[in-house]
């Protein structure tokens, strides 16, 4: 049976878990979460490895890392500090070694914004690799205020049952720390170890035309389709953690 590591992605926490843990250890799987500091606008992806690392056993060879959303620029980078069995991302941003999100997504803004966001251009033989790809981004996520709970229940939980769209926004924190948008990715190469990519279809946040063309292109893997949006381990856990445990299960 694996461990399962989930790493949680922009405004949650490890609460954003507690649906799909019981789902995954009623199959005899272990799991662990934890509280990333998104709440101190100086924390890097260092810092945030540094918190996933912590609450790792240090015997486990069948580990499983899970990152939704943000956690895509982390748990590359706790796979090359700890032995990792396979890398979930989970509607997640993917890396791009030596360069931020930001860089991946630059040519699909304008120069205003560009400068609202004190953005450094790389030179642009570095950039022409991003020339191709769709808009990382839903657009109608695009400069939305997300402490604004009426754009979460739009954006992020739309597709959730009421008492759990309640639960989720009485439970969301703030997001302080950009270095998932800015901080270029001290990544050498991406791990070389078994991945998935999970979507969903009607993602208002990461947009799945974008998943389907990098989990192909960066991670050599079709990425698997599932119904609904952003964050499926709330709205269809049990989905989820069948499509998880799929391969876990032949262990």
């Not at 956690?71 to 706790?78: K, N, R, Y």
């Not at 022409?128 to 954006?155: H, T, W």
């Not at 991406?190 to 990461?206: A, E, F, G, H, S």
Request: charge should be negative; include cysteine.
């Amino acid at each position: 049976m694996s461990l399962f590591c989930l790493v949680h992605g922009a405004f949650q926490g490890a609460w954003c878990w507690d649906l799909l843990i019981p789902y995954l250890e009623a199959q005899g799987h272990k799991t662990v979460a934890m509280d990333l500091p998104i709440e101190d606008a100086s924390a890097n992806l260092s810092q945030f490895v540094d918190v996933v690392l912590q609450v790792l056993p240090k015997t486990d060879d069948d580990l499983v890392l899970v990152g939704h959303s943000m956690a895509g620029t982390v748990i590359p980078l706790v796979a090359e500090a700890h032995p990792v069995r396979q890398l979930v991302f989970l509607t997640a941003l993917i890396p791009c070694p030596g360069m931020s999100t930001l860089d991946q997504f630059a040519h699909h803004l304008d120069s205003e914004q560009l400068q609202s966001l004190n953005y450094q251009p790389k030179e642009s033989s570095q950039l022409e690799q991003f020339d191709d790809e769709p808009y990382i981004f839903n657009p109608d996520s695009v400069g939305q205020d997300f402490s604004d709970e009426a754009v979460l229940r739009r954006l992020f939980y739309h597709d959730c049952q009421p008492d759990v769209m309640d639960w989720a926004l009485s439970k969301t924190r703030s997001q302080q720390s950009m270095a998932y948008i800015v901080e270029s990715s001290p990544l050498k190469s991406l791990p070389n170890v078994d991945c998935k990519y999970i979507l969903c279809t009607d993602d208002r946040i990461i947009s799945p035309a974008w998943s389907r063309y990098a989990a192909r292109k960066r991670l050599g893997v079709d990425a698997i389709e599932l119904p609904g949006g952003h964050c499926p381990h709330l709205s269809r856990p049990d989905l989820l953690a069948s499509v998880l445990t799929a391969k876990s299960n032949d262990n």
